[in-house]
């Protein structure tokens, strides 16, 4: 029996994305290559903004806080994903499940409000460009920092506490490839309305208050570069924002949709598929988005490069 919980279930079997047998050697190595790639762009993105002093500034200290964060939640999942395209049943403790569970929550809360914190400095940066090193001091990035992972740290207490309260009893195949609170509520066989409460309060907040200061800092932003009279001064301006632009509707749309959708409208077959794109591919395309569409981190990486190769 799991300490501190009166579930019968010591342990859950995964029951993986799908089950094709033809599928899982090419699933395997498809979602292997995603990880890699992954594992690369995070760590490379966290390398060059350490190394290169011109990137020591509040919105790339941000950006590497987000790799950091994609490359631990990336790792949270994948590995474990993997394991279910390779073996016949794979198994994780409760303890295991419940430690996979706040950890993933701890990492995909933090991300909806690193990318809330990104579109505040980029809304400082446009709107009010004179105040922007006194607004965005260290102070200032640091304590916006800790706001960020307090808010990921609540959101994975609240949702693991109320996940632990629940008994599992005899069926104990969660139809997913990771430990997510939907399915893991499908496998209580106690009442789980108190938990689904939990889920609309806490999702809709950890959405929600990212969604809207995204918003309001955007239409402020648009607003401002709308008053800007050259088109040079304008398409820089837009520059700026169009790659945070792309990673919030990937990732909030994508979390949305699955999150904030009652499970009568979206089957789990169907929403453990959707989930791919907050927990794999999000991870994967956010350093290529800042690093294909920035000068800066293009720079970086040709002075890096530069270095290594005369040294």
């Known amino acids: 029996m799991a300490a501190g919980n009166s579930s019968s279930?010591?342990?859950?079997?995964?029951?993986?994305?799908?089950?094709?047998?033809?599928?899982?050697?090419?699933?395997?190595?498809?979602?292997?290559?995603f990880y890699l790639v992954t594992m690369v762009g995070n760590l490379g993105l966290i390398t060059l903004i350490g190394l290169n002093s011109h990137l020591h500034t509040p919105m790339y200290f941000f950006l590497f806080n987000l790799s950091l964060i994609d490359l631990c939640y990336s790792t949270t999942i994948t590995p474990k994903m993997l394991m279910?395209?390779?073996?016949?049943k794979n198994i994780i403790s409760y303890a295991g499940c419940v430690t996979q569970l706040f950890f993933f929550l701890l990492f995909v809360v933090s991300e909806s409000f690193i990318l809330?914190?990104?579109?505040?400095?980029?809304?400082?940066?446009?709107?009010?460009?004179l105040l922007y090193t006194?607004?965005?001091?260290?102070?200032a990035c640091l304590l916006l920092l800790l706001g960020v992972y307090g808010m990921g740290f609540a959101g994975a207490m609240?949702?693991?506490?109320?996940?632990?309260?629940?008994?599992f009893c005899a069926n104990n195949v969660v139809n997913h490839y990771m430990c997510d609170i939907l399915p893991l509520l499908k496998r209580s066989c106690t009442s789980t309305h108190v938990n689904e409460l939990v889920v609309f309060v806490v999702v809709g907040i950890d959405i929600g208050v990212p969604t809207v200061t995204i918003f309001v800092s955007y239409a402020l932003i648009l607003s401002s570069i709308l008053r800007i009279r050259s088109t040079e001064g304008r398409s820089k301006a837009f520059s700026t924002c169009s790659s945070h632009m792309i990673a919030v509707s990937l990732f909030f749309g994508s979390g949305?949709?699955?999150?904030?959708?009652p499970s009568s409208l979206l089957p789990m077959n169907q929403g453990k598929v959707s989930s791919l794109f907050y927990t794999t591919v999000v991870p994967m395309l956010n350093p290529l988005i800042y690093s294909l569409r920035n000068k800066d981190v293009k720079i970086a990486l040709k002075k890096t490069l530069s270095k290594s190769s005369f040294s």
């Open 134 to 139: 006194v607004t965005m001091s260290p102070q």
């Open 84 to 88: 279910s395209f390779v073996s016949k």
């Open 256 to 261: 949305a949709f699955v999150y904030l959708k």
């Open 158 to 167: 609240a949702h693991t506490a109320s996940m632990v309260s629940l008994t």
């Open 9 to 33: 279930v010591t342990e859950f079997i995964l029951a993986g994305l799908m089950d094709q047998p033809e599928l899982q050697i090419p699933l395997f190595f498809l979602f292997l290559g």
């Open 116 to 129: 809330s914190a990104m579109a505040y400095d980029r809304y400082v940066a446009i709107c009010n460009p």
